[in-house]
């Protein structure tokens, strides 16, 4: 699981930190894998190769919103309200979501360990080692943007 402490200005104009959660369960990330086409390492190796920021873009938005959820009192971690609607919609409508996800694109470092940190322990070495794997290849699995 990831926590992380965004700083954003609210549609008041108000400086906010909360702290947001994303995970995702064994299931969902092989849910997930078997969602995309040719799997996520082949999408992950697609967009190296291409050097694809649109699907790098696609990628991002996908793994964020699929993992995104908000921790309960009482310590369970849910990803839907009452209604059950997904709460990553609420959260993609948020100025943090922009703070997160330009934070994400251009810090090579921080986009790495969201990685590794959404996943569970046990898949999260694999995931680190297919990463450095790539990126001992021709270019950086997912290098992040430039800075515009």
């Known amino acids: 699981m990831v926590r ?68 309960t009192e009482d310590g369970r971690f849910v990803k839907e309200d009452a209604r059950g609607r997904r709460l990553s919609s609420y959260f993609k409508v948020s100025e943090a979501w922009d703070v997160m996800f330009m934070g994400l694109v251009q810090n090579e470092q921080e986009l790495s360990e969201f990685l590794t940190g959404i996943v569970p322990k046990d898949l999260a070495e694999d995931v680190k080692q297919k990463m450095s794997e790539a990126e001992n290849g021709a270019a950086g699995v997912l290098t992040p943007l430039p800075v515009k």
């Open 4 to 71: 992380k402490s965004i700083t954003y200005t609210d549609f008041d104009g108000n400086e906010v930190t909360k702290d947001f959660y994303f995970n995702l369960s064994k299931m969902e990330f092989r849910t997930l894998d078997r969602k995309i086409p040719g799997g996520l390492q082949n999408l992950i190796e697609t967009i190296q190769r291409e050097k694809d920021e649109s699907r790098l873009v696609d990628l991002l938005d996908l793994l964020i919103l699929e993992s995104y959820g908000e921790k």
